[in-house]
T-cell receptor, first 112, second 112 residues
Framework: QKEVEQNSGPLSVPEGAIASLNCTYS??????FFWYRQYSGKSPELIMS????GDKEDGRFTAQLNKASQYVSLLIRDSQPSDSATYLC????????????FGPGTSLSVIP | DAGVIQSPRHEVTEMGQEVTLRCKPI?????LFWYRQTMMRGLELLIY????????DSGMPEDRFSAKMPNASFSTLKIQPSEPRDSAVYFC??????????FGPGTRLLVL
């Protein structure tokens, strides 16, 4: 089993809809979770971090963490064509920067 | 701050040649990471430094790869000799206290 897994997609949603991106991880002791967005030909950029169970909201983005089930998700409300990108889930399997592992990414396409 | 700076942005070389990639992290960041990204393998951590000291180089694929960080503002990743399978985008990232990483624009390497 891979340490961090994501559906590769592509995930297509119509403009204005909610996009739901999911990530599962293998190590129960993981404490820190991150979502990065990567536009085609560009570098990854951090959009959300979450450390505690529950929801964390930032504008149109909501990260959800369930440590018991070992999954973290990212919801994008009112999706816009500019949200079309690959979303990378990253999980820290230790403490500090001990071992931050990136998932393979999910490609999202928002259709106007 | 200018962010993480990488050079060159593009490199085309022939098999067997030495390739040197350069990175200037964000001032004040204690951590520096080197990643490689390909379609097949995704984003892979090659090596990371803390306060200029290599902490984990288990991701370095072969002895052909080496990395140095002689001071807090400069790091190099060297491939000698280069091979076609080394063709990828190489990212440098730096991080501070909160486990978030800031990526440079990347170096697109093509080994013919």
């Amino acid at each position: 089993q891979k340490e961090v897994e994501q559906n590769s997609g592509p995930l297509s949603v119509p403009e204005g809809a909610i996009a739901s991106l999911n990530c599962t991880y293998s190590d129960r002791v993981s404490q820190s979770f991150f979502w990065y967005r990567q536009y085609s030909g560009k570098s990854p950029e951090l959009i959300m971090s979450i450390y505690s169970n529950g929801d964390k909201e930032d504008g149109r983005f909501t990260a959800q963490l369930n440590k018991a089930s070992q999954y973290v998700s990212l919801l994008i409300r009112d999706s816009q064509p500019s949200d079309s990108a690959t979303y990378l889930c990253a999980v820290n399997l230790g403490t500090s920067y001990d071992k931050v592992i990136f998932g393979p990414g999910t490609s999202l396409s928002v259709i106007p | 701050d200018a962010g993480v700076i990488q050079s060159p942005r593009h490199e085309v070389t022939e098999m067997g040649q030495e390739v040197t990639l350069r990175c200037k992290p964000i001032s004040g960041h204690d951590y520096l990471f080197w990643y490689r990204q390909t379609m097949m393998r995704g984003l892979e951590l090659l090596i990371y430094f803390n306060n200029n000291v290599p902490i984990d180089d288990s991701g370095m694929p072969e002895d052909r790869f080496s990395a140095k960080m002689p001071n807090a503002s400069f790091s190099t990743l060297k491939i000698q000799p280069s091979e076609p399978r080394d063709s990828a985008v190489y990212f440098c990232a730096s991080g501070g206290e909160q486990e978030t990483q800031y990526f440079g624009p990347g170096t697109r390497l093509l080994v013919l």
